[in-house]
């Protein structure tokens, strides 16, 4: 039997969810990449890189690895939230002491997302790195984000 209480939490936690996919899917529809670092978990290392540097194998295999990413992002924000009693602090793959306030199940699961995350990446013949160099790329290129949106239809 569920309490009022966690009935609420949970409520809110699925009306995030929804919110956060919808806020994703309308800034697709509209031409935005989802930012991966904005008060939310990070994949992003120092680098920076040409908008020219990118080959369309690059950014078709940007794009894929982008689309796989997001609902993991999105999964991965309410398990935590909801392992973390609530608490979702700003997250960063590589930068550890932002997980210092999780608790052990929260932080076990962001770092398994971050492992998940390079992976992906990986699948998709990009390191972590270079994912991370068209990130920063395309968040300040309208054209590389055109073409990086070209390849998620």
């Known amino acids: 039997m569920t309490t009022p209480h966690a009935r609420s939490i949970?409520?809110?936690?699925?009306?995030?969810?929804?919110?956060?996919i919808m806020t994703s899917l309308l800034g697709l529809l509209a031409g935005i990449v989802p930012d991966?670092?904005?008060?939310?978990?990070?994949?992003?290392?120092?680098?920076?890189?040409?908008?020219?540097?990118?080959?369309?194998?690059?950014?078709?295999?940007?794009?894929?690895?982008?689309?796989?990413?997001?609902?993991?992002?999105?999964?991965?924000?309410?398990q935590v939230s909801r392992a973390n009693n609530g608490a979702l602090p700003n997250l960063v793959c590589n930068q550890p002491n932002t997980m210092e306030s999780l608790n052990s199940e929260a932080?076990?699961?962001?770092?398994?997302?971050?492992?998940?995350?390079?992976?992906i990446a990986a699948s998709r013949g990009l390191s972590i790195e270079r994912f991370n160099?068209?990130?920063?790329?395309?968040?300040?290129?309208?054209?590389?984000?055109?073409?990086?949106?070209?390849?998620?239809?």
């Open 10 to 20: 949970s409520d809110r936690l699925s009306r995030l969810l929804v919110m956060g």
């Open 36 to 78: 991966l670092t904005a008060q939310q978990p990070s994949l992003i290392f120092s680098s920076t890189a040409r908008a020219d540097e990118f080959s369309d194998t690059d950014l078709r295999n940007y794009a894929a690895a982008l689309m796989q990413i997001e609902p993991l992002r999105q999964s991965t924000l309410a």
């Open 107 to 119: 932080r076990s699961l962001f770092i398994r997302y971050c492992n998940q995350c390079e992976s």
């Open 133 to 153: 160099q068209i990130t920063q790329a395309v968040r300040s290129n309208p054209q590389l984000q055109n073409r990086v949106r070209s390849f998620m239809n």
